[in-house]
């Protein structure tokens, strides 16, 4: 069970935009729409910021998308905020033998 | 509100065992799915374990496979983590989460420290 490969940071000034790359490969993140994103601010529990490799829950801002292609999937943020400090995880389902495997996790700095 | 509350988590020694609970509340528990996710020091997240809604079946991260056994009670709306032949790896914060395989991990508790040391 292979982690999903993700920068282990990424900076950006307030008001610009950023993208975090996750790369997994044909059996788990490029065979399935199924990626999901994950905000954790510091000891504070993970919440999901994008499922189905795109979509948004309920109350989550529009200033975070997601979008796949092939075996990399990507979350951009838009309009950097200084809450957006925090770390992301991507995770994909990877078939009912491995179920699911997360990324390695990426630190946002908002300079 | 769905709420998830962990509990168990302690200092245990090498080759110990350890029962974590999650109690729910707000959601239709048994007709949720129900994973274990950790998270060891300063490091990244781990999923653990999953048990479908109705305990019929469940799925188990490499690292964990015959020493960890996921299991619910739909009555009283509770997941189980049994952990045995525990070793130093396996100290991390557990969180239990809600689990659909079109959404992910929807719902998470705080989470639980297990501490695995002599």
């Known amino acids: 069970q292979s982690a999903l490969t993700q920068p282990a940071s990424v900076s950006g000034s307030p008001g610009q935009s950023i993208t975090i790359s996750c790369t997994g490969t044909?059996?788990?993140?490029?065979?399935?729409?199924?990626v999901s994103w994950y905000q954790q601010h510091p000891f504070k529990a993970p919440k999901v910021i994008i499922y189905?490799?795109?979509k948004r829950p309920s109350g989550v801002s529009d200033r975070f998308s997601g979008s796949r292609s092939g075996n990399t999937a990507s979350l951009t943020i838009s309009g950097l905020q200084a809450e957006d400090e925090a770390d992301y995880y991507c995770?994909?389902?990877?078939?009912?033998?491995?179920?699911?495997?997360f990324g390695g996790g990426t630190k946002l700095t908002v300079l | 509100e769905v709420q998830l509350l962990e509990s168990g988590g302690d200092l245990v020694q090498p080759g110990g065992s350890l029962r974590l609970s999650c109690a729910a509340s707000?959601?239709?528990?048994?007709?949720?799915?129900m994973s274990w996710v950790r998270q060891a020091p300063g490091k990244g997240l781990e999923w653990v374990s999953t048990?479908?809604?109705?305990?019929?079946?469940?799925y188990y991260a490499d690292s964990v496979k015959g020493r960890f056994t996921i299991s619910r009670d739909n009555f009283n709306n509770t997941v189980y983590l049994q952990m045995n032949s525990l070793r130093a790896e396996d100290t991390a914060i557990y969180y239990c989460?809600?689990?659909?395989?079109?959404?992910?991990?929807?719902?998470w508790g705080q989470g639980t420290l297990v501490t695995v040391s002599s």
């Open positions: 989460a809600e689990t659909t395989v079109t959404k992910g991990f929807t719902y």
């Open positions: 707000g959601l239709t528990f048994s007709s949720h799915a």
């Open positions: 048990i479908s809604s109705n305990g019929g079946t469940t």
């Open positions: 044909s059996s788990d993140l490029g065979s399935y729409n199924l």
């Open positions: 189905g490799v795109s």
């Open positions: 995770c994909s389902y990877a078939g009912s033998a491995t179920f699911v495997v």
